[in-house]
């Protein structure tokens, strides 16, 4: 069991910025390849970006490229989502996610073991 907290959302103008967080409290989650992923009302959920245990590799859904940065601190024990110039369209609940049977990460939603309950995210036009 892996509980995974995120926080950073909130309401936000078109063209802004917000900063998500997401951590495992009381643990590491250096081991595990980690992903953002969102769902907004009526859709499925969908993978936004991702980055493996070592922090190297990122990988990001085609429209969130050059806009949304994901990152790890040093001692790798959280995961950040930087979104930038942000669009209405990015209103979505944003799910932190965690892969502990691989390092690097995958878009594939299957492949994540836990999740946290989500920060919601509002950008208004």
């Known amino acids: 069991q892996v509980d995974l907290v995120e926080s950073g959302g909130g309401l936000v103008q078109a063209g802004g910025s917000l900063r998500l967080s997401c951590a495992a409290p009381?643990?590491?989650?250096?081991?595990?390849?980690m992903g953002w992923f969102r769902q907004a009302p009526g859709k499925e959920r969908e993978f936004v970006a991702g980055?493996?245990?070592?922090?190297?590799?990122?990988n990001y859904q085609d429209s969130v490229k050059g806009r949304f940065t994901i990152s790890r601190d040093n001692a790798k024990t959280s995961v950040y989502l930087q979104m930038n110039s942000l669009k209405p369209e990015d209103t979505a609940v944003y799910y932190c996610?965690?892969?502990?049977?691989?390092?690097?990460?995958?878009?594939?939603?299957?492949?994540?073991?836990?999740w946290g309950q989500g920060t919601q995210v509002t950008v208004s036009t």
């Open positions: 009381g643990r590491s989650v250096s081991n595990f390849a």
């Open positions: 980055i493996s245990a070592s922090g190297v590799i990122t």
């Open positions: 996610a965690a892969d502990v049977l691989r390092r690097r990460s995958t878009v594939l939603e299957s492949n994540y073991d836990f």
